[in-house]
């Protein structure tokens, strides 16, 4: 249990993790001051795209190989 917590702490400090985590974090300041740029916007969904969409396909990657090991 404590390996698999180390784990997820070490994945969640990558770059990836913490540029997401980080423009997320600008977004929510920007929403309550209401000054949201359409360019941040465009630049934020895109980079929230591919996080989620990297995530998801690591899943489906994993998935695929426990079924291909059954």
Sequence with gaps: MKDKLVKRAANLLSVKSLVTLALTGVFAWMAVKGTISQDF???YAVIIAFYFGTQSQ???DTVEQVSGDA
Excluded: G, H, N, P
Aim: net charge positive; charged share 15%; proline share 0%.
């Design 58 to 60: 690591k899943v489906q």
């Design 41 to 43: 916007m465009t630049i």
